[in-house]
């Protein structure tokens, strides 16, 4: 092989170093390039992993200090709480205690109001019940003396003496006299021994029938006399009848009046048919400063008329005894109903003999509605309307009865109710019809 020149070598090498070191150069761009490329990528991985602790980091220790500013405005909270809700329950107890106190003082108040009150009520129906009981002993007495002298004076006449026809006159004039007073003895004792209001006005028209001809009794039913009992009357009953109340009549005239009054200040009434030689009189019977009957009697019957007679006199004494007697049995009755209401207190609530009693008055007011208003109750029963017939007697009587029944009973309402029903409508409560 022929050696070449040594310029061709110079520039063959030269080209050959020229080639390499640009092959180099582009191997080393490529190295650089690459190297680049994974530091650019170290970098990226190590700021993202540096960027995720930092993260991490940050976000875990803002956690800690918010759940520490949480946990801490927790317990503030709560311990605020507690102290507004000690302060509050503080205050609500002291609020509780001096409203407890408070309403103590006013029930005491009031119960010691209440307690003089019905204090006073006893004592001024005591005194009416023995102001009374001393009017009856009183004609009790009289009558008893009376029946002793005429025993007396008979046993006395009876003993022999010079002039027989005298003593015999006198004899009988005394026996006559005595079972004049037995009778009317025997009719007081039996107006007395009735228990109840419509048994004492039974009573008195039965002891009247011992002592007069012919007698009838009429109850005071608003603007109407509605007969009760009679005796002696042949025809035309006058229990049957329903009379005006008003003061053109003789017994409206003693109603209103409150007085006695005869045939000669009044004519008699229609149903007597009492001839002009006869005498009649009207007797009211009163409760409380009224009329609640009038006792008619008269000498109608048939026969010679006996001058003077005695039983105008003793219609008198049996009228007013009569009413004694009633407005005995009306205040023991409201005195033992006032007893029971107001020692309710002492009793708890709902017991059975504050219930017991509640009923009981209950029961007296309704039925002292029903004896003095029968024709007003028979017409409501007939109408179906006897809250709005009966309404002024009935709202009267609740007043009593809510006055004297104690607020803590819990049926004290519903028990008026249910002698409306019971006493009043009979049982039937579509009968009250609406007020």
């Known amino acids: 092989m022929p050696e070449m020149p040594p310029d061709e070598v110079r520039n063959a090498l030269h080209a050959i170093v020229s080639r390499v070191q640009a092959d180099f150069e582009a191997e080393l761009g490529k190295l650089e390039a690459q190297h680049e490329k994974a530091l650019q990528h170290t970098r990226d991985e190590v700021s993202r992993d540096v960027r995720e602790k930092v993260r991490g980091e940050v976000e875990a220790s803002a ?65 009416q019940l023995e102001t009374e009981i001393e009017s009856e002993q009183v004609v009790v007495r009289a009558l008893t003396n009376e029946l002793d002298l005429v025993r007396a004076a008979l046993a006395a006449a009876q003993q022999p003496k010079t002039e027989e026809a005298v003593i015999g006159a006198a004899a009988s004039e005394r026996q006559d006299q005595l079972a004049i007073l037995e009778s009317l003895l025997s009719a007081v004792r039996v107006i007395g021994a009735a228990r109840s209001l419509s048994d004492t006005l039974t009573a008195l028209t039965t002891a009247a029938a011992m002592l007069a001809p012919r007698v009838a009794l009429f109850i005071v039913n608003g603007r109407e006399l509605q007969g009760w009992r009679a005796d002696g009357f042949a025809s035309g009953a006058p229990e049957t009848l329903r009379l005006p109340n008003d003061r053109d009549g003789l017994l409206g005239t003693a109603a209103a009046t409150v007085s006695v009054v005869s045939t000669s200040q009044q004519p008699a009434p229609a149903f007597a048919a009492l001839a002009s030689d006869r005498a009649g009189l009207a007797v009211p019977v009163t409760v409380g400063g009224h009329a609640v009957a009038v006792l008619y009697a008269d000498d109608g019957m048939s026969g010679e008329s006996v001058v003077p007679a005695s039983w105008p006199e003793a219609m008198q004494i049996l009228g007013a005894h009569a009413s004694a007697c009633l407005s005995h049995i009306t205040a023991l009755r ?85 002698e409306l029903v019971h006493t009043l409508a009979d049982g039937d409560r579509e009968l009250l019809g609406s007020a």
Do not use: C
Request: charged share 35%; hydrophobic share 35%.
């Open 63 to 127: 956690a800690a200090e918010w759940a520490a500013k949480v946990d801490a405005a927790r317990q503030e909270a709560a311990d605020a709480a507690s102290e507004a809700a000690r302060h509050a329950q503080d205050d609500f107890t002291r609020r509780l205690d001096q409203a407890i106190a408070d309403e103590r003082a006013r029930a005491a108040a009031e119960t010691d109001a209440e307690r003089g009150r019905l204090q006073a009520e006893r004592a001024r129906e005591r005194q």
């Open 334 to 418: 409201t005195t033992q109903a006032m007893r029971a209401s107001s020692g309710a207190g002492a009793r708890p609530a709902g017991s059975s003999e504050e219930d017991s009693s509640a009923r009981r008055y209950a029961r007296l007011l309704v039925s002292e509605i029903k004896l003095y208003n029968e024709s007003a109750v028979r017409l409501g029963r007939e109408k179906r309307d006897l809250l709005n017939r009966l309404g002024p007697e009935i709202e009267r009587a609740r007043r009593l009865y809510e006055e004297r029944v104690s607020p803590s009973i819990a049926g004290r309402a519903a028990y008026f109710q249910e």
